[in-house]
């Protein structure tokens, strides 16, 4: 995982989440389908800023613990949670390399975190380390660049978004150039690996029942721009979500 890039954003990563597409279509789908979270314990990997953390914590999670590859993301949330108490707990972590947790977790959610491993021996040590950290029966919930997604920037920029191959492949799939198209924009470059990929990683690691979800746009989404707006999204969706249990 490339840890100065998220380094070098810090807090700006906070923006995302304005964006169209995060706005309307991540933010919301992921949210319903992690569902009810009242009295339940969460684990977020790739937290960055805690913007999922603090929302489940917000929503009646009895224990959110967020851990990041970069230090500068964990500084930005601890910050946030210095702001707003919540009780939400962060920290500097690789899931590659994730230590023992004190606790099992009820929920696990990793978004944009597994199309960071280098190789599929990485994705493997990812996927074990998160389901060691949840109890039996506790879900896995990633959110990650559609398998099938067919790169188009010219329509996915009006959603806030421009994603470009670079020609590069790693052992997991093609590589892309994604950038957040904020003032000034933000770049960040990630694999895009293989649907069989995740699923004999997951597999591998102790996972059953895999099932992928599209995102839908929500209400709100259609409300503001209209349905027409988001045609292009719906029959080229960017984003996907895996569901699995331990």
């Not at 790169?151 to 093609?174: I, M, Q, V």
Request: hydrophobic fraction near 40%; include cysteine.
């Amino acid at each position: 995982m490339s840890v100065q890039q998220y380094d070098e954003i810090g807090e700006a990563f906070e923006d995302f989440k304005s964006l169209p597409l995060t706005r309307y279509a991540e933010v919301p789908g992921c949210l319903a389908l992690v569902g009810d979270v009242r009295g339940r314990s969460v684990l977020d990997l790739a937290s960055g800023t805690g913007f999922y953390s603090r929302e489940f914590k917000r929503r009646g999670a009895t224990d959110v613990l967020g851990i990041d590859i970069s230090g500068e993301m964990v500084a930005a949330a601890r910050k946030m949670e210095e702001l707003e108490p919540l009780g939400v707990r962060y920290e500097v972590g690789d899931v590659a390399e994730l230590r023992p947790l004190e606790r099992s977790y009820d929920i696990a959610l990793g978004v944009q975190l597994l199309n960071y491993a280098p190789d599929v021996a990485a994705l493997e040590r990812m996927c074990r380390n998160v389901h060691r950290s949840l109890v039996p029966g506790g879900e896995f919930f990633v959110l990650c660049q559609s398998p099938s997604y067919r790169p188009d920037p010219a329509t996915l920029e009006k959603y806030g978004f421009r994603c470009e191959p670079t020609g590069e492949h790693s052992e997991t799939g093609p590589r892309f150039r994604v950038t957040a198209l904020l003032n000034p924009p933000i770049g960040i470059e990630v694999a895009a690996p293989r649907r069989e990929v995740y699923e004999a990683a997951l597999a591998a690691a102790g996972f059953g029942d895999p099932t992928w979800v599209p995102l839908e746009v929500s209400e709100a989404g259609v409300r503001a721009f209209g349905a027409d707006f988001w045609a292009d999204y719906t029959a080229n969706r960017p984003l996907e979500m895996l569901r699995c249990r331990a």
